[in-house]
C-alpha cells in the first residue's frame, strides 16, 4: 500500500478523523413538525428534507484528496411525526424505518448525461404533462428538478472550497461533474461518489454499488488506452474511492456498525454466455485485498468456466480474514430468476441486495428482505402433535401445515405497503421520470422476499424423530415430547444423545439430508402461488439475515437437543452444534437440494480456521472447495478466516484489535464493534469446522 493511501486510510478509519468536522446532532424531528404544520405531502416532504440536508451541508477537504464528499452533517431528519407515523401503520404495512432502501439504481441513468442535461429534460417533460393536464407529474417532476439544483449547488461549494485551498484536481474535476457527464475514470469515480452520497441525506440506506466493473470499466479502458492511467495509478486512485465508502459509515443506520449495504459484484456470464471478468474486476479485488476495509463488501459472480485463478485471489481476500468475496454462481442464479419471471436480460444483469438478496439494478423495486419463516419454529410448533403422529410421514406433514401457516399469515400481513417517496432515487430508476411516478409506487418487478430460518435445525430434529421415535424405536414419542417441553431440564442424557449422536445436515448424510431437500422443495411449493398486493411474487430463501438471532431467542426447544433460546445458524449453515466431519461433508450436504428453487438468496456460511490459509497449497485447496460448491449445485458461499482464541483475546482486550474483521450474516464487520451476542454466535459457528 502506498504511503500516501496508508495516511488516508489511517485518517479516516481508525483515527475517524472526519468526525472533528461533524456538525451538532439536531432534533430529528425539527422538519417533521414543521411539514405537519403546513399539512405537506408525503412527497413534497421527501424533497425538502433532502434539500435541507444538501443545504446544510459544508464542504471539507482532507490531505491533498482526488475524491471528494464527506458527510458533516449527522442528523438526517424525519419526515413524518411519531404519530403520524403510527396512524400510517394502521392501514399499512411500514417495512424497515418506511424509506426505500435495499435496491439498486442505475447509476449510468444520470453518468449518461449530466445533471444539467437531465434537469432540462425533466423541465421540458413537466411542461408536456402540463399541457396534458397532468399536473400532479409535473409537481413530480419539479421536486427532482429542485433536489438536482441542490446537488448542484453542493458540487459548486465543493469546487470554490477545493479553488481556495489550492486543490486543482478536484477543482477542475468538479468544473464538469456532477453537471455534465464523465470523460475519465476519475470523473467516473467523482459522480458516483457524489450520486452516492446524496442518497444518504436523503435517508434512503443499504442502497448498493451494483455491477461496478461493468459501468466503469469504459471510463477505465479510455484512460489507459490514452495513456492518462496505467495499471499502477488506476489502482491507486480505485483505492481513494474505496476509502469514501468507510468516511461516513458511522452516520450510516444498521443493526451493526458496518451492516451499511455497501455492496459491490463483480464479474459474471454476459447473456452470450462470455464472462464479464475485466481488468476493473481483478483491480477491485487487490484493492479491498490491499486496504483491508470493510466497504466496499465484495460480492463475486462465478459460473462453471470461471478461472481457478480468480478464485485464489478470493481465497488470498479471504486468508486476510475481510469475510468477502461472497460467491454466488450464475449456473443455479440466473435460471433460478428466470424461473421467478424475471427476464432474461434482467436475470443476467442480477446483483446482490445489501446483504446476499438477488435483486435487479435499475428495474426491481422488490423488497427482498420483508419477513422471515422459521422452519426450527415449525418443528417446535408441531411438536404437541408427535404423540398423535402413527408414523414418521404424518409428522413430517403436520411440520409442513405449520410451514403452510406460517407463510399464509406472514402473506396475509404483509399488505397494502408503505414506502416513503424517493424522489432522488426516481431519477435513476426505470420508467419513473418518463411517467412523472415515484418509484416507491412500483417498478417493472415488485417482489417480497421471505428469508428461511433454521433450516438444518428442523433436518436435524426431524432426523432425530425419524431414527429414534419410529425407527429404532430406542425413545418414545411421550418421553421427546416431555424433554422439550421442559427444556430438557430432567433429560440431560436424552439431550446429550439428540445433540450429539443423532444424524446432523452437514455429514453428507443423506438420511438427514434429504429432509432438508423436501423442507425447501415445500417451502418453494407452499410459495409458488403467491402474489402479493402490488402484482409481485414472494420469492423464497435460504438466508436468516438477523432473524437467525430473533427466532433463536423465541423458539422452544427442539428434538435435535437445542434448548429454548440456543440460537439458529446463520443464513443456510449446519446447526450450532453439529459436529461435521469438515468443510467437504458440509458442501456436500448443503449442495443437495433443488437451490434454484429459493432464488431470495442466502449463501452457506463457513467458518475456516486461519492456519487453514498458509500456504499456496492451502490456498489452492480452499479455492478448490469453493469451486466444488458452485460445480455442486451451491448458489451462494461467504466464508470466515477466523480464530477462536484470537476472537476471545478482543472479547477481553477490544483495544488490540481494532481492525479484526468477521463475517456476520451478510456483511462484514469490525469484531469489537459488534454487540456481544453477535461475537459469541461467530465464535460458537468456529467450533463447527
Not at 323 to 349: C, E, H, T, W
Not at 440 to 455: A, F, K, M, P, Q
Request: aromatic share 10%; with cysteine; glycine share 8%.
Amino acid at each position: 500500500m502506498r504511503e500516501r493511501i496508508g495516511k488516508m486510510r489511517e485518517f479516516f478509519t481508525v483515527s475517524k478523523g472526519q468526525k472533528a468536522f461533524w456538525q451538532p446532532a439536531e432534533d430529528a424531528y425539527l422538519l417533521a413538525e414543521e411539514f405537519a404544520a403546513q399539512g405537506l405531502p408525503p412527497l413534497d416532504r421527501s424533497a425538502r428534507r433532502l434539500i435541507y440536508v444538501l443545504e446544510k451541508e459544508k464542504p471539507v477537504l482532507f490531505f491533498d484528496e482526488r475524491i471528494a464528499f464527506t458527510r458533516t452533517v449527522q442528523t438526517v431528519p424525519e419526515i413524518f411525526l411519531p404519530e403520524e407515523l403510527e396512524r400510517l401503520k394502521q392501514d399499512h404495512w411500514i417495512h424497515e424505518k418506511g424509506e426505500v432502501c435495499n435496491i439498486n439504481v442505475d447509476y449510468t441513468a444520470l453518468m449518461r448525461v449530466g445533471l444539467a442535461a437531465k434537469k432540462e429534460e425533466l423541465r421540458e417533460r413537466g411542461q408536456r404533462f402540463l399541457a396534458e393536464g397532468r399536473a400532479e407529474q409535473a409537481h413530480f417532476l419539479a421536486l427532482q428538478t429542485d433536489i438536482i439544483d441542490a446537488v448542484l449547488g453542493l458540487a459548486e461549494r465543493y469546487r470554490l472550497r477545493a479553488e481556495a485551498e489550492g486543490n486543482r484536481i478536484v477543482a477542475g474535476t468538479l468544473l464538469r461533474v456532477p453537471a455534465r457527464a464523465p470523460e475519465s475514470f476519475l470523473e467516473a469515480l467523482q459522480m458516483f461518489r457524489i450520486l452516492h452520497f446524496v442518497m444518504w441525506c436523503g435517508g434512503n440506506y443499504h442502497n448498493t454499488v451494483g455491477r461496478f466493473d461493468q459501468y466503469m470499466y469504459p471510463y477505465l479502458a479510455a484512460d489507459l488506452e490514452s495513456g492518462r492511467l496505467d495499471e499502477e495509478s488506476a489502482l491507486d486512485l480505485l483505492e481513494e474511492f474505496f476509502l469514501s465508502f468507510n468516511r461516513d459509515s458511522d452516520l450510516y443506520p444498521g443493526i451493526q456498525q458496518g451492516d451499511n449495504g455497501q455492496s459491490m459484484v463483480l464479474g459474471g456470464l454476459r447473456e452470450d454466455g462470455s464472462d464479464s471478468y475485466n481488468l476493473l474486476s481483478e483491480l477491485c479485488m487487490k484493492a479491498a485485498l490491499e486496504l483491508r476495509l470493510i466497504d466496499p463488501k465484495i460480492n463475486l459472480r462465478v459460473h462453471k468456466n470461471t478461472p481457478m485463478e480468480v478464485y485464489r485471489l478470493g481465497t488470498e481476500m479471504t486468508k486476510q480474514g475481510l469475510g468477502f468475496p461472497q460467491y454466488s454462481n450464475d449456473d443455479v442464479v440466473i435460471p433460478g430468476l428466470m424461473g421467478l419471471g424475471y427476464d432474461k436480460r434482467d436475470a443476467y444483469n442480477y446483483v446482490v441486495a445489501a446483504c446476499w438478496e438477488f435483486i435487479i439494478p435499475g428495474r426491481a423495486m422488490d423488497i427482498p428482505n420483508i419477513e422471515a419463516v422459521s422452519f426450527a419454529g415449525a418443528v417446535a410448533d408441531a411438536m404437541e402433535q408427535l404423540e398423535s403422529c402413527a408414523d414418521f410421514e404424518a409428522f413430517y406433514e403436520a411440520v409442513r401445515e405449520k410451514l403452510r401457516g406460517q407463510i399464509d399469515e406472514i402473506c396475509a400481513r404483509v399488505k397494502n405497503v408503505y414506502l416513503f417517496p424517493a424522489p432522488y432515487l426516481s431519477l435513476m430508476m426505470e420508467g419513473c421520470c418518463e411517467k412523472g411516478r415515484d418509484v416507491s409506487e412500483g417498478c417493472r418487478y415488485n417482489n417480497y422476499g421471505l428469508h428461511g430460518t433454521g433450516v438444518s435445525t428442523a433436518a436435524d430434529s426431524l432426523a432425530a424423530v425419524k431414527k429414534y421415535v419410529f425407527e429404532e424405536k430406542s425413545v418414545s414419542a411421550d418421553e421427546v415430547c416431555r424433554a422439550v417441553g421442559k427444556d430438557f431440564s430432567g433429560y440431560e442424557e436424552l439431550c446429550s444423545r439428540l445433540r450429539y449422536e443423532a444424524p446432523k445436515m452437514g455429514n453428507h448424510d443423506d438420511f438427514v439430508d434429504d429432509i432438508a431437500v423436501r423442507l425447501l422443495a415445500d417451502l418453494a411449493d407452499l410459495m409458488e402461488e403467491k402474489r402479493n398486493d402490488r402484482g409481485g411474487r414472494f420469492r423464497p430463501g435460504t438466508g436468516s439475515a438477523m432473524y437467525y438471532v430473533w427466532h433463536g431467542r423465541s423458539i422452544m426447544a427442539t428434538p435435535d437437543g437445542r434448548r429454548k433460546g440456543e440460537g439458529l445458524a446463520a443464513n443456510y449453515s449446519p446447526s450450532l452444534f453439529a459436529r461435521c466431519r469438515g468443510p467437504v461433508s458440509i458442501i456436500q450436504s448443503f449442495s443437495k437440494p433443488d437451490l434454484k428453487r429459493t432464488m431470495n438468496g442466502g449463501p452457506l456460511t463457513l467458518e475456516l480456521h486461519d492456519t487453514v490459509f498458509r500456504t499456496e497449497e492451502s490456498i489452492e485447496k480452499v479455492a478448490t472447495l469453493v469451486k466444488s460448491f458452485m460445480d455442486m449445485g451451491g448458489h451462494q458461499l461467504q466464508l470466515n478466516a477466523v480464530n477462536r482464541d484470537t476472537m476471545l483475546d478482543a472479547q477481553k482486550h477490544p483495544e488490540n484489535y481494532r481492525n479484526l474483521i468477521v463475517r456476520v450474516w451478510g456483511w462484514s464487520g469490525y469484531f469489537v464493534e459488534l454487540d456481544k451476542e453477535y461475537q459469541d454466535h461467530i465464535i460458537q459457528r468456529m467450533e463447527l469446522t
